[in-house]
């Protein structure tokens, strides 16, 4: 008798297991390099949605992945169910343009806008460069392919009617290394379009006598005035050691993307886990302090708001 009703409390815990396995659904936000903000974008969702487990039987996890290319085309594979991606790749992925020729995603959606990141250079002082034109000739880490660095640095140097090969080397280290490269003269400057304060940039200005320089110009005026994902930036002064000065450059976005093909509901519930608790999220980084949500839902967006992100802006009020 005994020996049944353990058999039988055994058999009671595996349906229980089984039920709740059942019920969990496991989803992917794509990110970028460990020394990024977009890890931190997809790592504080996730602790977001994932103290909702037991309610809503979401679980969330966010590895570190190449950027933003690479995640359009985890998503677009349904490999991944969300991820961060720059403005200017949001729009050229929905629209089939630029790198996304041929391969158009217009299942692509968009959920929100995050932080403002600049298009970093930042240079050795040694190397003697005072702007970006200054590199060419020069060793620069152009970024890892699968980043949004790495193609929007393409864009800017055909802009300028340039090329990689215009440097005497280009070499693609990722985000993570790239910091390093950097203090032990392997490179002349690197590149990171990146939220700021950051960590990577951070090593890079401290661990090496180095200066951040502008990125203006006509070109730039330019891609500025004709795109709609790009705007002007500024880098304050202060903010990293050898550059007291504000320093000019231009930006983009970082966005939260989708696919039309995530259910509804799974968004919806990710969206709620982040504005219900924005105080919380913003102080999870420093580049998330400014944040406001009604620019959020709109800024730097270019693909369709998923169904699942609007109905919880419309209970909120911030949308008809
Ligand atoms: N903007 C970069 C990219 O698209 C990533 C920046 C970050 O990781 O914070 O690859």
């Known amino acids: 008798m005994k020996k049944l009703n353990a058999l039988v409390a055994t058999a009671a815990l595996a349906v229980t297991a089984t039920s709740v396995a059942a019920q969990e659904r496991f989803i992917t936000i794509g990110t970028g390099g460990q020394t990024g903000v977009y890890f931190v974008v997809g790592q504080s969702i996730c602790r977001l949605v994932n103290r909702g487990t037991a309610e809503h039987n979401l679980k969330c996890t966010a ?5 933003s290319i690479a995640n ?11 991820g961060v991606a720059q403005s200017d790749w949001q729009f050229h992925a929905f629209n089939g343009t630029s790198e996304f020729e041929g391969k158009q995603f217009d299942k692509l959606r ?16 040694d190397s003697g460069a005072a702007n970006f034109e200054d590199l060419f000739g020069k060793r620069v880490n152009v970024g890892n392919p699968g980043s949004g660095q790495r193609a929007t640095m393409d864009v800017v140097l055909s802009a300028l009617g340039k090329s990689d090969a215009d440097f005497s080397l280009a070499s693609e280290l990722k985000p993570a290394e790239q910091s390093a490269a950097l203090g032990d003269n392997k490179v ?3 590149i990171y379009t990146v939220g700021h304060p950051n960590g990577s940039i951070q090593e890079a200005t401290s661990t090496v006598d180095a ?14 005035d004709e795109n709609p994902y790009y705007a002007k930036a500024v880098i304050p002064g202060g903010m990293y050691k050898g550059t007291d000065n504000d320093v000019d450059t231009f930006g983009v976005k970082a966005t939260f993307v989708t696919s039309a093909d995530v259910p509804d509901d799974v968004v919806y519930t990710v969206v709620k886990a ?18 406001a949500e009604a620019d959020m839902i709109s800024a730097g ?6 169904p699942g992100a609007e109905q919880y802006y419309r209970e909120r009020g911030w949308i008809q």
Do not use: Q, W, Y
């Open 274 to 291: 982040v504005f219900d608790n924005f105080d919380r999220f913003k102080g999870l980084h420093p580049a998330f302090a400014d944040l």
């Open 301 to 306: 967006l270019s693909a369709p708001l998923h």
């Open 72 to 82: 359009i085309n985890a998503i677009s594979a349904g490999d991944m169910d969300m």
């Open 110 to 125: 968009a959920v929100f806008s995050v932080h403002g990141e600049p298009f970093t250079v930042v240079a050795r002082k």
């Open 211 to 224: 200066v951040i320089l502008p990125v203006t110009g006509e070109a730039i005026d330019k891609l500025v």
């Open 188 to 190: 002349d400057a690197i």
């Open 63 to 67: 590895p570190s992945t190449g950027g």
